[in-house]
């Protein structure tokens, strides 16, 4: 409804421009240059204006505003043949009628920028790699894989592991061994399955299992943060003591 | 959300909307109804 409503009011900005219309057959019935250059100009302008004032972004009122500003003065340079400097002080004159009756139409916000992605590590790139051939496998897997579902959440349960592990470089060493094993384990049981394996039934159990030991290993790096924090926390309160504050 | 800082934003929107309708009908609609009467 808002977007409609936001519609009509930008269409009818452009309205204002409707000579302009009759001005083309006019021009190419007579044969007139500058006139049919000027109103063919104008009438493309004020087109964008309205696509870009319709699509309703942070910015867009202000840049069609710019656009029907200069289509004014293009319009009254080269159609109406004014002297230049009236015609651009016409353009200026559209540019801010346009403005006075578009800066209340409602905008949306800006999309949100995307979250910065940490780069892989160099020592976890080869887990990524095994990571992104269990997808592609899943992902080729037709008819679906048995318990492609279950994989697929071990495997994104590895995946937030290894995105956290990679911000904390120090950490890297001990949860690369971790990563690699399971991740190799779970790259073999797709292959097997893709080969047409009948699954037993402790696989969905062991599924479940990797995918809550790699949740407990984010638990005790978040254990092991908060630790340290408490430690520095500590630190800090009695080194401000043994200055002199109590 | 609406776009910020207005131009003129000390009037009252009324006026804005009809000094905004005065102009754009000086500023874009005569020039394009003149063309229709130049070569």
Known sequence: MKSRFRGLRV???????????????????????????????????????????????AGDARRGAVLIGVAAGIVAGLGAQLWAPVAVALGFGAWAGARLLSDDIPEEAPPPEPPPSVAIPAP?????????????????????????????????ALETLLREIAAQPERIPEARRFLTMQLD??????????????????????????????DDWRARLKAAETEALDIQVKVMADRLRSEGRT | MAAARPLLPQLPQPTRYALGFGLLLLCLWLPAFASLFRQ
Do not use: C, H, Y
């Open chain 1, 124 to 156: 976890l790139q080869e887990v990524e790699a095994r990571l992104e051939g269990v997808r592609a496998r899943l992902g080729a897997g037709l008819p679906r894989l048995p318990l492609s579902q279950n994989i697929a959440d071990t495997a994104e």
């Open chain 1, 11 to 57: 269409w009818f900005l452009i309205a204002f421009g409707w000579p302009l219309l009759l001005k083309l057959p006019i021009g190419i019935l007579f044969l007139q240059g500058k006139g049919l250059l000027g109103a063919a100009i104008g009438i493309g302008l004020l087109v964008m204006a309205g696509l870009r004032m319709q699509r309703g972004q």
């Open chain 1, 185 to 214: 384990g779970l790259d073999r049981i797709v292959q097997r399955l893709q080969k047409g394996a009948e699954p037993p039934a402790t696989l969905a159990p062991l599924l479940d299992e990797i995918a809550d030991a790699a």
